[in-house]
């Protein structure tokens, strides 16, 4: 499956952005998540869904901003942010699995990615 994230910007702390993650097929069974890496750190955990909706976890940085959501007829995942930080900062990928892993939050698991996207939140 080919992923490909979209929706990135420059945006005032406090701001809003949503992330769109397009599938080139059906993923209503796939374990998706948001990873970020900003410059000179590792990749983290954003967020995670399960195929079914009501499974998602989140990064405890992002948890009561942040929301991830899927939409099965478009093949796509969402990342709705909100009241961003300057820490935020980074570029968002998208990425994807057959099946739901309880290391959700470890990037080595995930075998699809998408291309990222740049977030910028300035202070």
């Known amino acids: 499956v080919q992923l490909q994230a979209s929706g990135g910007g420059l945006v005032q702390a406090g701001g809003s952005l949503r992330l769109a993650c397009a599938a080139s097929?059906?993923?209503?069974?796939?374990?998706m998540a948001w990873f970020r890496q900003a410059p000179g750190k590792e990749r983290e955990f954003v967020a995670a869904?399960?195929?079914?909706?009501?499974?998602?976890h989140y990064a405890d940085s992002v948890k009561g901003r942040f929301a991830i959501s899927r939409d099965a007829a478009k093949n796509t995942v969402y990342l709705q942010m909100n009241s961003l930080k300057p820490e935020d900062t980074a570029v968002y990928y998208c990425?994807?699995?057959?099946?739901?892993?309880?290391?959700?939050?470890?990037?080595?698991?995930?075998?699809?990615w998408g291309q990222g996207t740049q977030v910028t939140v300035s202070s």
């Open positions: 869904i399960r195929w079914n909706v009501r499974g998602t």
């Open positions: 097929r059906d993923i209503s069974t796939y374990a």
């Open positions: 990425a994807g699995d057959h099946y739901w892993n309880i290391k959700y939050y470890d990037y080595n698991q995930y075998p699809f």
